[in-house]
């Protein structure tokens, strides 16, 4: 099994619909996760922090399943804008060391 | 403030060249990551930096590859005797602490080996 497996997409969506992705993970012990966006041929950038509690920003909100080891992206009222490629990190690591690992990520198309 | 930084943005050279990547992480940043992608594909983890050490050097994909970081700042990233496969786009990123995973990223360099 993947460490760190997204469902590459792509995933086109009507403008102004709600769209949800999920990414899993293998390691239990995982100990934080993120997401981030990535533009055709740009660099990511790091889009939202998903806490045990879940957080929102905004029209963006992220969910964390320990139980079932995923992480989930939910985007509201999508926008042109929102096109771009999501990538779930998940840190392995333990206190003393990074082990960062990225997911291939899932394309997001957002169709007018 | 300043971001990440990375020279050159373009390089292209010829198969068995060596070349020199250089990343200016943003300032006070304690870690630094590189990470190379080729087109269409997902971001290939190399080495990390907890200030100046490398604690996991298995990321890098053969001993032509080698990095370093002096400083805690400017760390570069050196492959010899480059082949063809090493064409991609070389990504770096710094955080302020290791252990966190909020990454922040360069425009990357764009190599290309002939």
């Known amino acids: 099994r993947k460490e760190v497996e997204q469902d590459p997409g792509p995933f086109n969506v009507p403008e102004g619909a709600t769209v949800a992705f999920n990414c899993t993970y293998s390691n239990s012990a995982s100990q934080s996760f993120f997401w981030y966006r990535q533009d055709c041929r740009k660099e990511p950038k790091l889009l939202m922090s998903v806490y045990s509690s879940g957080n929102e920003d905004g029209r963006f909100t992220a969910q964390l399943n320990r139980a079932s080891q995923y992480i989930s992206l939910l985007i509201r009222d999508s926008k042109l804008s929102d096109s771009a490629t999501y990538l779930c990190?998940?840190?392995?690591?333990?206190?003393?060391?990074?082990?960062?690992?990225f997911g291939k990520g899932t394309r997001l198309h957002i169709l007018p | 403030g300043a971001g990440v930084s990375q020279s050159p943005s373009n390089k292209v050279t010829e198969k068995g060249k060596d070349v020199e990547l250089r990343c200016d992480p943003i300032?006070?940043?304690?870690?630094l990551y590189w990470y190379r992608q080729s087109l269409g594909q997902g971001l290939e983890f190399l080495i990390y930096?907890?200030?100046?050490?490398?604690p996991d050097k298995s990321g890098l994909p053969s001993d032509r590859f080698s990095a370093e970081r002096t400083g805690g700042s400017v760390s570069t990233l050196t492959i010899q005797r480059t082949q063809q496969e090493d064409s991609a786009v070389y990504l770096c990123a710094s955080s302020p602490l290791w252990g966190v995973g909020e990454q922040y990223f360069g425009p990357g360099t764009r190599l290309t080996v002939t």
């Open positions: 990190v998940v840190n392995e690591g333990s206190n003393r060391d990074d082990k960062i690992i």
């Open positions: 930096f907890q200030g100046n050490s490398a």
């Open positions: 300032s006070g940043h304690t870690a």
